[in-house]
C-alpha cells in the first residue's frame, strides 16, 4: 500500500514559478514510477510527466515541455515537479501518482490533488 500526498500549490500569476511536493508513505514507495497528472474544471484528468524508480528516466507532455522538470529523491520518498513559464491554461488540479507502467501511466495510487491556479 501507498499513500501520496501533495502540497505546494497555490494562486499566482502568469510567468510565475512553482514547485509541488509529493511525498509517499509506504515501503514499497521507491519501486514505483511516479507520475503527475492534472484536471481542469470540465476536462478529463490528463498526463503532465512521469519519471522511473531508478533510472531517472522521464517523459513529458507536449504541452508542458521545457517548462516542467519531474524529479524524485527516493531516500526521502518525496517526488517533485518544478512548474516554470506558468499559463493560465495550466490551471488545474494537479495529482500525484504511483505508476505501476512507466510506458502506459497505468495508476496504483492516486494522490488527493492540489490546486494551481494561474491568472493571466
Known amino acids: 500500500q501507498v499513500q501520496l500526498v501533495e502540497s505546494g500549490g497555490g494562486l499566482l500569476q502568469a510567468g510565475g514559478s512553482l514547485r509541488l511536493s509529493c511525498a509517499a508513505s509506504g515501503r514499497t514507495f521507491s519501486k514505483y514510477a511516479m507520475g503527475w497528472f492534472r484536471q481542469a474544471p470540465g476536462k478529463e484528468r490528463e498526463f503532465v510527466a512521469a519519471i522511473t524508480w531508478n533510472t531517472g528516466l522521464t517523459r513529458y507532455a507536449d504541452s508542458v515541455k521545457g517548462r516542467f522538470t519531474i524529479s524524485r529523491e527516493n531516500a526521502k520518498n518525496t517526488g517533485y515537479l518544478q512548474m516554470n513559464g506558468l499559463k493560465s491554461e495550466d490551471t488545474a488540479v494537479y495529482y500525484c501518482?504511483?505508476?505501476?507502467?512507466?510506458?502506459?501511466?497505468?495508476?496504483?495510487?492516486w494522490g488527493q490533488g492540489t490546486q494551481v491556479t494561474v491568472s493571466s
Open positions: 501518482a504511483a505508476l505501476r507502467d512507466f510506458l502506459t501511466f497505468a495508476v496504483d495510487y
